[in-house]
């Protein structure tokens, strides 16, 4: 576990994930660290949360991201984040939460998100989207 949440910590996230593949929880939540969601991450192939809330985080959500097989809780709220919603969220299977509201992100709900069956909570408030989840 990292938790680095609520240390009023500020700049750029520099941490070098892929020396840290053991990794399950990454909490870096109401701090003021800027900049994109760092691709090492992509290394820490157990990480089950994700949590950035109210932070500066910035730019896209990388396909890299959906490669974390293991995920079960998406936080992003609050953030800068921009573009569309992965598609390939679809094949996030054990995501129960996935929390992208008030950020800057547009286009089409992606309806492949309708077979990710254990989603519970889903939120995207306050971005410019479209669409909704199917009932299924």
Same mark, same amino acid.
């Given at each position: 576990?990292?938790?680095?949440? *609520?240390?009023?910590?500020?700049?750029?996230?520099? @941490?070098?994930?892929?020396?840290?593949?053991?990794? #399950?929880?990454? @909490?870096?939540?109401?701090?003021?660290?800027?900049?994109?969601?760092?691709?090492?991450?992509?290394?820490?192939?157990? %990480?089950?949360? %994700?949590?950035?809330?109210?932070?500066?985080?910035?730019?896209?959500?990388? #396909?890299?991201?959906?490669?974390?097989? #293991?995920?079960?809780?998406?936080?992003?709220?609050?953030?800068? %984040?921009?573009? *569309?919603?992965?598609? *390939?969220?679809?094949?996030?299977?054990?995501?129960?939460?996935?929390?992208?509201?008030?950020?800057?992100?547009?286009?089409?709900?992606?309806?492949?998100?309708?077979?990710?069956?254990?989603?519970?909570?889903?939120?995207? #408030?306050?971005?410019?989207?479209?669409? *909704? %989840?199917?009932?299924?």
């Amino acid at each position: 576990v990292l938790d680095l949440s *609520t240390i009023s910590f500020h700049g750029q996230v520099l @941490v070098d994930f892929s020396r840290l593949p053991p990794l #399950e929880n990454i @909490v870096i939540s109401k701090n003021n660290f800027e900049g994109l969601i760092l691709q090492t991450t992509s290394h820490c192939r157990h %990480l089950q949360v %994700l949590s950035a809330i109210e932070s500066k985080l910035y730019g896209s959500i990388s #396909e890299f991201l959906c490669s974390l097989l #293991e995920l079960k809780h998406i936080n992003l709220y609050s953030n800068r %984040l921009t573009g *569309t919603i992965p598609v *390939t969220f679809a094949n996030l299977s054990k995501l129960k939460h996935l929390n992208i509201g008030q950020n800057h992100m547009h286009g089409k709900i992606p309806s492949e998100l309708g077979s990710i069956t254990h989603l519970t909570f889903f939120s995207v #408030e306050m971005n410019n989207l479209t669409g *909704t %989840l199917p009932d299924n």
